[in-house]
């Protein structure tokens, strides 16, 4: 079992910047892929990005390419998302998820809010 716990969420202007965490704890996250995604209200849960534990590659959605960043501390067990130049279109709830099988996240956090004003 895995458990994720994300942190970071909140209220930022247009342009501005967020990090949000997820500490993961339960089991070594070797040769998992730690996603996050996220949904906004009304809409479905899309993908946001994801790294992979044990490489560091990273992959992105095109809507935020350029502008997130993704990262982990492996002594920590913690998983980053870097939110820049934030836009009032990526409101939404923010999750986090671990997959240990291509294509299919077995383990999510509770989610963080994130609202960006104009």
């Known amino acids: 079992q895995v458990q994720l716990v994300e942190s970071g969420g909140g209220l930022v202007q247009a342009g501005g910047s967020l990090r949000l965490s997820c500490a993961a704890s339960?089991?070594?996250?070797?040769?998992?892929?730690m996603g996050w995604f996220r949904q906004a209200p009304g809409k479905e849960r899309e993908f946001v990005g994801s790294?992979?534990?044990?490489?560091?590659?990273?992959l992105y959605a095109s809507s935020v390419k350029s502008r997130f960043t993704i990262s982990r501390d492996n002594a920590k067990n913690i998983v980053y998302l870097q939110m820049n130049s934030l836009k009032p279109e990526d409101t939404a709830v923010y999750y986090c998820?671990?997959?240990?099988?291509?294509?299919?996240?077995?383990?999510w956090g509770q989610g963080t809010q994130v609202t960006v004003f104009a």
């Open positions: 998820a671990a997959s240990s099988t291509v294509g299919v996240y077995e383990y």
């Open positions: 339960g089991r070594t996250l070797s040769g998992y892929n």
């Open positions: 790294i992979s534990w044990s490489t560091g590659s990273t």
